[in-house]
């Protein structure tokens, strides 16, 4: 010992490719126990090699032997590089991407991890998903058609999860359609029909027009008559039809990708006289506070049906007051502007012409943000 030992120097050093050999050295007191001193701000993962020395008043002694140690793992600090998504067909996708500095993943790289989910029109999110891999490349199955998609990706070590990359962004590919969620027809002269439809559930893509098949079962037809409408156009007329003779009628709806599945087929047959039948669709709409809603009611008959909408308040309909809220336009159809919550309801939609009447019944629902919270403050000793 050769005198009172005044305090230790501890010199370290990172015992890796590339580093300089040299020691950094601090000090340290000497408490007369058994020392311990806590070395900081030192790289993840790393190898450092410490050695320790001993001082008094006469100068420094000789240094101990040199001893390793090894910092723990942490999670990487960057994140996978070059990210890419490819969109393969309309439920498949790509995304690739390279390893991030080696210097920045801290740790044992075990894997990566792309996280995934789906974005809607209505400004919803999807379910959150994720895959695992060891390789720098992996193919997303199952992607819902024509829909977007944010992706992000991580390498991940023992201690955790790491950065993700930025959210790519990603819109898997049109397909066919599905088939037009309803149909229905019915019988607007003595030689034509109305036949209507609902937009399909999934329709995988942009429609871009509707077909409309028209056969007659025993008149010899080889094949049916085809008529196309527009995207926008939910109805159409058939016209020059033979009175008291049965039609199927049937659409389906036709993206990029090509026409999708057929709806079911309705049988019809025109009338000299029709009575008043509603070709728009019941059932329930949701929509936003405080925007315009459109509720169709378009009707046909011969005579031309009256059309009145009636709203349903407890054991009562009570007819749908008409002012610069309320508007019902020349097709039937009801506006309600600036949707509030007294606006939910059940409406009712009656058709009437000599011949009879029909009716449809629809459930709005409105969206009404919470009320705002409310503070109060009570008096503590």
Known sequence: QNGVIRGYQIGYRENSPGSNGQYSIVEMKATGDSEVYTLDNLKKFAQYGVVVQAFNR???????SEINATTLEDVPSQPPENVRALSITSDVAVISWSEPPRSTLNGVLKGYRVIFWSLYVDGEWGEMQNVTTTRERVELRGMEKFT?????????????????????????KEDVPGPPAGIKAVPSSASSVVVSWLPPTKPNGVIRKYTIFCSSPGSGQPAPSEYETSPEQLFYRIAH???GQQYLLWVAAV?????????????????GKAPA????FGGTVTTPWMKDVRLPCNSVGDPAPAVKWTKDSEDSAIPVSLDGHRLI?????????????????????TATNTGGFDTIIVNLLVQVPPD???LTVSKTS
């Open 58 to 64: 006469a100068g420094t002694g000789p240094s101990s």
């Open 148 to 172: 977007n998609y944010s992706v992000q990706v991580l390498a991940y070590t023992q201690a955790g999860d790491g950065v993700r990359s930025s959210v790519l962004y990603i819109q898997t």
């Open 241 to 243: 039809l033979n009175r």
């Open 255 to 271: 993206t990029s990708a090509g026409r999708g599945n057929s709806s079911e087929k309705v049988t019809i047959e025109p009338a």
């Open 277 to 280: 039948k509603i070709i728009s």
């Open 329 to 349: 336009h020349t097709n039937g159809t009801l506006l309600l502007r600036a949707v509030k919550a007294e606006d939910s309801g059940y409406y009712t939609c």
């Open 372 to 374: 705002q919270p409310r």
